[in-house]
């Protein structure tokens, strides 16, 4: 008997896959690393066709000195390549980003096709680089997620849960290498991508991101991506002021959500062709960057410069609605882009605003500007992506400050908490939403919704007749790609034990049996709690 348990606790780590996922997982770690930097160059490159220069950090910079023309015209032309991609190859039509890695973990069994990963990339890298206001880490994720993808199609003994851990891997790479935070990369792969913490996901998923990481590092320092003065928090007594802080990011990030979502809607009922509509959405951008250029692309030099303290307080509020405004007609222009670096800008900004006035009610009392600017992008973040301990884990491995950790946890429990209470869910689970997904039901909403009648019907004797005869020609029929949820409420409307499967012509291939239905969902949930806390 103490054997069996032994055996039966050891099995995630001493199973037939497990050598292979992690071999996997550094391969996965090593190959997106590399991605990674690839995908930054090539950001890099497309911009200096119009500003002269790579580097990410002086595109507000350079752009202020451009003539107003070049970048006006910028996002145009970017957005009409950014259109012909999308008509000519993107199986889509739009770039992928978080929302499809999640709706491949959980609907398609991990699998995320090739094409839909390079097009994603091209177009972000051309939208970016011309000054979409967007972000390059999600897209990023998705490339690691699709590295997975493809290592593993070829591997068909992988089990669905092998395959799940092994695309969460290469998200892990991808926000590890990003950020150089691989313990925020670890658990936005659990807290976002496989919504749970398995002790078994855990290794493969600490691998992937400690490659990714060691990669960048090599290639480009072991600097954060912010780079920020000595931060401190001058009281507890404090602590009030960022709960209302956290309330506030929260506001903000419930405003970002519902602003993409009305230009979203309002765009798709403007009648355009498809690759004429990056370029319209380039136009405003355009215009906006010519009297705001901090706006233009990744904004990260504007948010380093609002964790510093360097603006002031008007300024601040006009950077926050234009990147607002920004972002959302980016993303409703089919431009490529994610929405982790407008987050973090928008979180800058907010902290900001809050810090000027805190010390301008409470002088002396407060803590510097900065210390409020690096709480509210961590708060604003978390509420946004729906990982409020990854986002908060990022900020902190970028300032290694412990007592303002506090803080940071404080305020982005807070707006998360608001987020949730007034927008119900988080930018990626509202992407899902509009393709009529729902992840948050938890796993049973999941196996309703991919397991088919293929799975549990039995198939139809050979020899026997394929023509309906009574009582199940009288009977609603099935089809063997009918999801489980559309049997089981057809087996309810009429109080069925047994319906027809029949083909595309109404010719009989098999029997639906309603016991066998259930037994088939019972076992797929054991099977989902299983891999959830093993």
Known sequence: MKSAKRAARARPWTGAETPLVWLLAVVIGLLTGYAVLTFRHAIGLVQ????????????????????????????????????????????????????????????????????????????????????????REGPAVHMGASIASVLFR?????????????????AAAAVSASFNAPIAGVIFAHEVILGHYALSAFVPTVLASVIGVIITRLHLGDFPAFILP????????????FILLGALSGLIAV??????????????????????????????????????????????????????????????L????????????????????????PSLFLGAMTGGIFGHVVNTLIPGLASDISTYAVVGTAAVAGAVLGAPLSTALIVFEMTGNYRLAIALLI?????????????????????LHQRGLD?????????????KVADFMTPREKGASRKLEPPFSERPTLQRNDSLEKALRTFSRGNYSRLAVVDSRGLLVG????????????????????????
């Open 439 to 451: 992840l948050t039901a938890g796993p049973h909403k999941r196996i309703m919704h991919t397991m």
């Open 48 to 135: 200096w066709l119009w500003l002269g220069a790579r580097e990410e950090n002086i595109v507000a910079t350079k752009a202020a000195f451009s003539h107003p023309l070049v970048v006006f015209a910028a996002p145009v032309i970017g957005g009409l390549v950014v259109g012909l991609l999308l008509v000519w190859f993107a199986p889509r039509r739009r770039a992928s980003g978080v929302a499809d890695i999640m709706e491949a973990a959980h609907l398609r069994h991990g699998v995320i096709r090739w094409r839909d990963g390079l097009a994603s990339a091209v177009i972000t890298i051309i939208s970016l680089g011309s000054g979409a206001s967007a972000g």
């Open 230 to 241: 000595p931060l401190d928090i001058r009281s507890y007594l404090e602590f009030p002021s």
């Open 411 to 431: 305020a982005t429990a807070v707006a998360a908490v608001v987020m949730q209470m007034l927008a119900a869910r988080s930018f990626f689970h509202w992407q």
């Open 318 to 341: 006009l950077l926050l609605v234009a990147k607002l405004l920004a972002t959302a007609i980016t993303l409703a222009s089919r431009f490529g882009g994610g929405v982790f670096s």
């Open 255 to 316: 405003a970002f959500l519902r602003t993409t979502a009305v230009f979203d809607v309002r765009a798709r009922a403007i009648p355009m062709p498809l690759w004429l509509r990056p370029a319209a959405g380039g136009v405003i951008i355009g215009l906006l960057g010519v009297f705001v250029p901090e706006i233009l692309g990744v904004g990260y030099e504007a948010t380093s410069r609002a964790l510093r303290g360097h603006y002031e307080l008007w300024f601040l």
């Open 154 to 170: 070829p591997l068909k003994q992988l089990s669905v849960a092998s395959r799940r851990v092994l695309i969460a891997a290469g």
């Open 511 to 534: 029997w639906a049996d309603y016991a066998k239905a259930l037994e088939a969902f019972n076992a797929a949930m054991i099977e989902a709690e299983h891999e959830e806390h093993r």
